[in-house]
């Protein structure tokens, strides 16, 4: 295998399963690899909100002079998107020669897709001149490939039902899970301001350095700008971060949480918070492309993100239509997500997915209809997204405004190819 899409087609085929939870064979790799980090780690986990933790992190720290590199998963429309190194995406030739370093550590141990690209992006980064490396967690924590790791600090974002197969049937039994990146002795922070209490029991039983939203930090805001208070250090008249969406304050003021947490290690200035947060990037975030009609493309795919996008559209102001174009996996909780968005939308354009793991677009439209009660609202299916898109575009006036949701497949096929008509320049 010579190049990085032959590697990802290899990984696809070599185990049976997408997803098989447990340290023991990704660690014994890691061994054999001598996979190692000489810099501070912090590792992020959640469920929502952990891809805008890291690239604040990411922006402030980079900011203030340090040498980052990010993991983040999954990708949009290119598997080289997981890794920044710098603030850049790593290219597809730098990884191949850490996938063969796997692949000649592996002596036939088995590994899921998942297991086998973490540790040929954290060989790469190990092996980048680096100040500090930003984790974060695929799925759960205790047992997800990145807690092989021990980080000098965690930041554990909001939690809410999701993956529960794997996980647990409640947010007690997810927390715990969750809380597996913790150690002891080191900074643990939670931004969730009502955080299950299994995390908070966890983080005693270990001896962690626990920093809880309400009692370690907190952070006000008004129209205008807001204001962060810690331990030992307080933010005045902060901008809002570049990221949009009132949710993103919460996800910020864990990030200044850990920040102050390691501060002795990784001292960061005012003046690199304020410039990090005003000039953070994160596709598919309540990312607002300018354009006839309005376009905003989020990756929310679970009830709580569907609720946080519901909120953040109908602060958006009034459209004389919004268009939906929806597709998700089927073993996610679809039903609280259609009656979230159900009072906004005025068309649905429901889409098949590239993944065996989706649910079918006419499935789809048959819970919305099971749901809806609106009479004026009109449904489609479509076989991908773009086509999806594109037949929402036809349909939309330029007052209107198209919001594409769902799963990472379903903003990524819209990211693709572009969207010229609607001067995306920065997508």
């Not at 990146?181 to 966890?202: F, W």
């Not at 000039?279 to 975030?285: A, D, F, Q, S, T």
């Not at 005025?346 to 079918?360: G, I, S």
């Amino acid at each position: 295998m010579k190049t990085l899409d032959e590697w990802l087609a290899y990984c696809e085929r070599i185990h049976p399963k997408t997803i098989e939870l447990g340290l023991d064979r990704v660690r014994a790799v890691a061994g054999r690899m001598q996979l190692r980090f000489d810099c501070p780690v912090i590792t992020v986990a959640g469920t929502n909100g952990k891809g805008s933790t890291c690239a604040m992190l990411e922006a402030i720290l980079g900011q203030a002079g340090f040498r980052t590199g990010v993991y983040t998963s999954p990708h949009l429309v290119h598997f080289e998107e997981r890794c920044r190194i710098h603030g850049e995406i790593v290219t597809a030739d730098a990884l191949v020669p850490h996938f063969e370093r796997v692949e000649a550590a592996r002596e036939g141990t088995s590994l899921t897709y998942f297991e086998f690209t973490t540790l040929a992006i954290m060989s790469l980064m190990a092996q980048s001149p680096l100040d500090v490396a930003i984790l974060e967690v695929g799925l759960g924590g205790r047992l997800d490939a990145v807690n092989i790791v021990d980080a000098d600090c965690v930041v554990i974002t909001s939690i809410d039902l999701d993956h529960m197969e794997f996980l647990g049937p409640d947010r007690e039994s997810i927390g715990r899970e969750k809380a597996g990146v913790m150690r002891t002795g080191r900074p643990a922070v939670v931004s969730d301001p009502v955080p299950p209490q299994s995390v908070v029991d966890h983080a005693r039983e270990i001896g962690a350095d626990l920093w809880l939203f309400g009692r370690d930090f907190n952070f006000q805001g008004d129209p205008q700008q807001w204001s962060w208070a810690g331990r030992g250090r307080r933010y005045a008249g902060v901008a809002y971060p570049a990221l949009r969406g009132a949710n993103q304050l919460v996800n910020a003021s864990g990030v200044l949480a850990a920040l102050e947490a390691i501060r002795t290690t990784l001292p960061v200035t005012a003046q690199a918070v304020r410039n990090g947060l005003s000039m953070v990037e994160l596709p598919g975030r309540f990312q607002i492309v300018p354009g006839q009609p309005a376009l905003v493309l989020d990756v929310a795919h679970n009830p709580h993100s569907a609720a946080a996008l519901a909120a953040n559209l109908d602060a958006m102001g009034f459209y004389p239509q919004t268009h939906a174009v929806f597709g998700a996996m089927a073993d996610k909780d679809l039903a609280p997500m259609l009656q979230k968005l159900g009072p906004i939308v005025d068309r649905w354009y429901f889409t098949d997915l590239p993944t065996p793991r989706a649910q079918a677009a006419v499935k789809l439209q048959e819970q919305w209809q099971g749901l809806e009660t609106r009479r004026d609202v009109r449904a489609s299916t479509h076989s991908n997204p773009k086509d999806a898109f594109e037949a929402a575009l036809a349909a939309a006036n330029p007052a209107d405004r198209i919001v594409v949701f769902g799963s990472f497949y379903t903003v990524g096929g819209v990211l693709k190819d572009g969207i010229p008509r609607l001067g995306a320049k920065h997508v």
